[in-house]
């Protein structure tokens, strides 16, 4: 079963325009983490949340945590055609281990 | 460094075939583990590693083994493939030590079971 579960599941945008993907999940955490992924290609690691913040920025790139609403949100800014991917948010159930459950992932395509 | 290697990159078996995935990493990490893909979907965890000499099983682990007998690399074995496990298998690498969560991807292997 999906821990996470994605919202939209797919997003079509203009460059320039902000792009917002929501997570919900289903255990307790420590901490929620965010991936991307371009076509054909491994994962890589955009962004960490813990259990106890509230929200994190690094770059063009936002999260935000609602342990309350076991949900988690991701926006891009100023969206860019090389920001076109699939984004998944991972959570470790509450153990703390580096093994994850991910979600199914929102597909971003960012037209030029 | 190399980070995450995964071979082959492609691969095609038939139904009843076995083969091992290759993984190595050249990070010195302690944890290790693999997934699957399957079209559309998220990544499932398979097997995962904590260290040398302790494996343990993930959510999807029926049809795959795994060993880790050295800290840079995690096999993953079929051991008699099916056509349900056709799909992307990725291999991650992780540290050890408080905060360090950050998984590191290889770029996967491709498999077709006929």
């Known amino acids: 079963s999906q821990q996470g579960e994605e919202d939209p599941q797919a997003l079509s945008i203009q460059e320039g325009e902000n792009a917002t993907m929501n997570c919900s999940y289903k255990t307790s955490i420590n901490n929620l983490q965010w991936y991307r992924q371009n076509s054909g290609r491994g994962l890589v690691h955009l962004i960490l949340?813990?259990?106890?913040?509230r929200e994190k920025h690094s770059g063009r790139l936002r999260v935000t945590l609602d342990t309350s609403k076991k949900s988690s949100s991701l926006l891009i800014t100023a969206s860019r055609a090389a920001d076109t991917a699939s984004y998944f948010c991972?959570?470790?159930?509450?153990?703390?281990?580096?093994?994850?459950?991910f979600g199914s992932g929102t597909r971003l395509q960012v037209q030029p | 460094n190399a980070g995450v290697t995964q071979t082959p990159k492609f691969q095609v078996l038939k139904t009843g075939q076995s083969m091992t995935l290759q993984c190595a990493q050249d990070m010195n990490h302690e944890y290790m583990s693999w997934y699957r893909q399957d079209p559309g979907m998220g990544l499932r965890l398979i097997h995962y590693?904590?260290?040398?000499?302790?494996?343990d099983q993930g959510e999807v682990p029926n049809g795959y083994n795994v060993s880790r007998s050295t800290t840079e690399d995690f096999p993953l074995r079929l051991l008699s493939a099916a056509p349900s496990q056709t799909s992307v298998y990725f291999c991650?690498?992780?540290?050890?030590?408080?905060?360090?969560?950050?998984?590191?991807f290889g770029p996967g292997t491709r498999l077709t079971v006929t």
């Open positions: 949340i813990r259990s106890n913040e």
């Open positions: 991972a959570t470790d159930g509450g153990t703390g281990r580096r093994a994850l459950t």
């Open positions: 991650a690498s992780s540290p050890a030590g408080q905060g360090a969560y950050e998984q590191y």
């Open positions: 590693s904590v260290g040398a000499g302790i494996t």
